[in-house]
């Protein structure tokens, strides 16, 4: 019944632009903190950027200034714009939401990005 839906991925050439969004469905009364993952084949899955419901964010490090992570409240809805892409960004997308004892996920959105 509680679903998150992510879209925007696909394929783009190195130093190119994808704007990743996920939106909730279904009944969440309280969202805290929503965030986006990525994993690559033979990686684990590791946080790309997070942002409270008040606004703050968090960046891994490899970002360096590229994505830019924003969300909506009111929507429940979380976005990922990624600018200067790089091949090695090349991963699924996944979408987190956090609630006050549980989690949901997305089921993701390919992103690959060519050299």
């Known amino acids: 019944q509680v679903q998150l839906v992510e879209s925007g991925g696909g394929l783009v050439q190195a130093g190119g632009s994808l704007r990743l969004s996920c939106a909730t469905s279904g009944t969440i009364f309280s969202i805290f903190t929503m965030g986006w993952y990525r994993q690559a084949p033979g990686k684990q899955r590791e946080l790309v950027a997070s942002i409270t419901r008040g606004g703050r964010t968090n960046y891994a490090a490899f970002v360096e200034g590229r994505f830019t992570i924003s969300r909506d409240n009111a929507k429940n809805t979380v976005y990922l714009q990624m600018n200067s892409l790089k091949p090695e960004d090349t991963a699924v997308y996944y979408c987190?939401?956090?609630?006050?004892?549980?989690?949901?996920w997305g089921q993701g959105t390919q992103v690959t990005v060519s050299s």
């Open positions: 987190k939401a956090d609630g006050i004892a549980e989690h949901y």
